[in-house]
């Protein structure tokens, strides 16, 4: 069984269209991630949802919106993509000694 | 503040050949310390960790050492192979209920 799985793996779209990435876990935790790595491989930490509530949004443009269904789910929706969003998008959990990622998103905007 | 330095790369060795990836940090309190590996096209997964001074973290032949004099948790392999390529993060974390702090990350590449 996959802990933390995403969809799609690939996602290639318009500048100016709104996508949404999907991310579920299995595990029972209650805190979960998103992240954006840049084509430098550095990771920044866009937001974290603790129980349905966001407990941080580190200066992320408000085009990016969070939504969390239920505790096991945080999906990304994203408005009016710009180039810059281009980048490999990971899902990630939190559990009580380590996170867990997701395989990521890529997403390609043209 | 928190923050997580490591040195960059690519590294480029040889099979068999002795690994050391630097990594300092800086923390307000007592971080844990961890090293997660990014294999192509995949996520991070957790490599080693490490929670408290002078422990030292170890897994797949790498090893870390919490150096809290030095501020250091450098990954270190005594003989690599091409399947240890890959991109590897060291990153920090603040108590319990703290957010992980990741280094850039180091790409390595490992020639037969």
């Known amino acids: 069984d996959t802990a933390v799985s995403q969809t799609p793996k690939y996602l290639v779209t318009q500048m100016g269209n709104d996508k949404s990435i999907k991310c579920e876990q299995n595990l029972g935790h209650d805190t979960m991630y998103w992240y954006k790595q840049d084509s430098k491989k550095f990771l920044k930490i866009m937001f974290s949802?603790?129980?349905?509530?966001?407990?941080i949004n580190e200066t992320v443009p408000n085009r990016f919106s969070p939504k969390s269904p239920d505790k096991a789910h945080l999906n990304l929706h994203i408005n009016s993509l710009e180039l810059g969003d281009s980048a490999v998008y990971f899902c990630?959990?939190?559990?009580?000694?380590?996170?867990?990622f997701g395989p990521g998103t890529r997403l390609t905007v043209l | 503040g928190n923050s997580v330095t490591q040195m960059e790369g690519p590294v480029t060795l040889s099979e068999e050949a002795f690994l050391t990836i630097n990594c300092t940090y800086t923390a307000t309190g007592y971080p844990s310390l961890f090293w997660y590996v990014q294999y192509p096209g995949e996520g991070l997964q957790l490599l080693l960790k490490a929670t408290k001074a002078d422990d030292k973290g170890s897994n797949k032949g790498f090893e870390a050492t919490y150096r809290k004099e030095t501020t250091s948790f450098h990954l270190e392999k005594g003989s690599v192979q091409v399947s240890d390529s890959a991109v590897y993060f060291c990153?920090?974390?603040?108590?319990?209920?703290?957010?992980?702090?990741f280094g850039k990350g180091t790409k390595l590449s490992v020639k037969p």
């Open positions: 990630a959990s939190r559990g009580a000694n380590e996170q867990f």
């Open positions: 949802y603790n129980n349905k509530e966001l407990i």
């Open positions: 990153a920090l974390k603040v108590g319990s209920q703290g957010n992980l702090i």
